[in-house]
């Protein structure tokens, strides 16, 4: 049961374009989200959060959307840039009971120059 | 400050055998977490640990197993390996179980790429 969805295996953006990852979730217990970037051979990084009681959160040029009603979040990534070249996950915690993080499968970034 | 150090970085082990990795967190951090990333399935978790103890465990077989140390170090083992284990191994460490923001350092390692032949 996959709490957490990336449906786009794959996205390709030009460079200086915008940049769009969709997350889904299906726990609605869910209150505290994060985004994570991972280049091949590293471990993830993490990259933006958003806790439930917000809908947007901005660092730089990412920006986290929270659609609750709609169990959806975004990651906006604006301008994109080569270095944005990429797997991200999103991944999703509930504050009461466990502590653990439900992630999801990954979406391959890949900004052409 | 040093980061999660994950050993080793590659293994290549026989199906039926065991394997054990270790994780160092950052110093300080008493919180450990592992995952294993397959591709298709994301990152799922194994298990995590705080202060020697295990406090959540994900959906894996009795196969996988884990400690922690006083040191806050932890090992995972994975006994009778299957070809289905071959993945890359995670470890994360933060101060405490809750946190896990840019503020408060949930930080992976590199990782361990394990195969299973």
């Known amino acids: 049961d996959q709490q957490v969805k990336q449906n786009s295996p794959s996205l390709s953006v030009q460079e200086g374009r915008i940049s769009i990852l969709n997350c889904d979730y299906t726990?609605?217990?869910?209150?505290?989200f994060l985004w994570y970037k991972k280049y091949p051979a590293e471990g993830p990084t993490f990259l933006i959060s958003i806790s439930s009681i917000k809908d947007k959160n901005e660092d730089g040029r990412f920006t986290v959307f929270l659609n609750k009603s709609a169990k959806h979040l975004s990651l906006h990534i604006v301008p994109s840039q080569p270095g944005d070249s990429a797997v991200y996950f999103c991944?999703?915690?509930?504050?009461?009971?466990?502590?653990?993080?439900?992630f999801g499968t990954g979406t391959r970034l890949k900004v052409l120059a | 400050k040093a980061g999660v150090t994950q050993t080793p970085r590659y293994l290549i082990k026989t199906r039926g055998q065991q394997v054990t990795l270790s994780c160092s967190p950052i110093s300080g951090h008493r919180s450990v977490s592992w995952y294993q990333q397959t591709p298709g399935q994301g990152l799922q978790f194994l298990f995590e640990y705080f202060s020697e103890t295990q406090r959540n465990k994900g959906n894996f077989p009795g196969r996988f197993s884990g400690r922690q140390f006083s040191n806050s170090r932890s090992e995972m083992n994975v006994s009778t390996l299957e070809l289905g284990d071959s993945a890359l191994y995670l470890c994360?460490?933060?101060?405490?179980?809750?946190?896990?923001?840019?503020?408060?350092?949930?930080?992976f390692g590199s990782g361990t790429r394990l195969t299973v032949v």
């Open positions: 994360a460490s933060s101060l405490t179980l809750r946190n896990a923001g840019r503020n408060y350092g949930y930080t």
């Open positions: 726990n609605s217990m869910f209150d505290y």
């Open positions: 991944a999703a915690r509930k504050t009461s009971g466990t502590y653990k993080y439900i």
